[in-house]
């Protein structure tokens, strides 16, 4: 009797563990990171009524619009704030563009959001441009938390011809 009692206590508790679980997963939103370089501010359909992009509209719609941020002039650097949440000059990255062939990144110490959200449970993948280093692996996408990366690595390359 104690037995069976222990049996289902614990059973009991292994279940209410994988409800939790399935629970926790279920409610995690889906999250999606854009970053358009160049796009003007009338350039949306929630600021200009000309501007047609039903999918975008959809998305925003059905999510959060974050527009009362400031960007760098330049890729890099406003990537860097983005993937870590920090001021470029503080990453040593404010003034410039990590161009092909130069042999530095964004510091392999700092945590990328994709390295927080995969703590989190979230799968992470990366299409279009990296252009935060890429002299090592270490620098790559692929190891600073995305599961996968799509796109490339640098700056002033087309998806056409993989020229920079």
Sequence with gaps: MIGELLFFLVLGIVGLEAVDEVERKVKQPNIVMMVADDLGWADMPWHDSL?????????ADSGIILERH???PICSPTRSALMTGKYPSRLGLNHMTINA?????????????????????????????????????????????????FGYYNGHETYFSKIT
């Design 51 to 59: 501007a047609i992009a039903p999918t975008l509209t959809g998305l």
């Design 101 to 149: 062939g130069e042999p530095y990144g964004l510091g392999v110490d700092e945590k990328t959001i994709a390295n927080h959200l995969k703590d989190l449970g979230y799968a992470t993948h990366l299409s279009g441009k990296w252009h935060l280093g890429y002299c090592s692996w270490g620098l790559t996408p692929t190891q600073r938390g995305f599961d996968t990366s």
């Design 70 to 72: 400031y960007v760098q």
